[in-house]
């Protein structure tokens, strides 16, 4: 008799967890890329030396380019460049360029960091 009292509870439990799986599968994103890049320009194209430098953000000049990790950053002179490549920890922006409340919604930042 208890083994078939609980058959209809275990078939409703199966439903509610079968039912969370589908809505969370649904309702999940696509994976979001280790770097920020847009156009294949890591931070949007910004220089990421002149943060540390300037304290603000510079266009980086097409001129001044180098691939770091599959992103491509972009620096305001050759000394910024040459900075970055001494040490490209130091300069890479944290979380990947992303918003920190974006990722930890599992969201890509719409608006452009380099503006703050």
Same mark, same amino acid.
Do not use: W
């Given at each position: 008799?208890? *083994?078939?009292?609980? &058959?209809?509870? =275990? @078939? ?9 799986? #589908? /809505?969370?599968? !649904?309702?999940? *994103?696509?994976?979001?890329?280790? #770097? ?12 990421? #030396? /002149? +943060?540390?430098? &300037? ?11 180098? &691939?770091?990790? *599959? !992103? &491509?950053? %972009? +620096?305001?002179?050759?000394?910024? =460049? ?7 920890? @130091?300069?890479?922006?944290?979380? $990947? $360029? +992303? ?10 930042? =719409?608006?452009?960091? !380099? %503006?703050?």
């Amino acid at each position: 008799m208890i *083994g078939f009292s609980l &058959t209809p509870f =275990r @078939q409703i439990f199966a439903i509610c967890l079968l039912s969370l799986f #589908v /809505s969370g599968a !649904a309702l999940a *994103g696509s994976p979001i890329a280790p #770097v920020n890049s847009e156009h294949g320009l890591a931070i949007k194209g910004y220089d990421p #030396v /002149s +943060y540390f430098i &300037t304290g603000k953000p510079m266009p980086g000049l097409a001129q001044f380019s180098t &691939t770091y990790k *599959g !992103a &491509t950053y %972009r +620096y305001a002179s050759a000394e910024n =460049r040459n900075r970055f490549l001494a040490a490209p920890e @130091q300069f890479l922006p944290q979380y $990947g $360029g +992303y918003c920190a409340y974006a990722i930890l919604q599992n969201l890509r930042s =719409r608006r452009g960091f !380099a %503006r703050y």
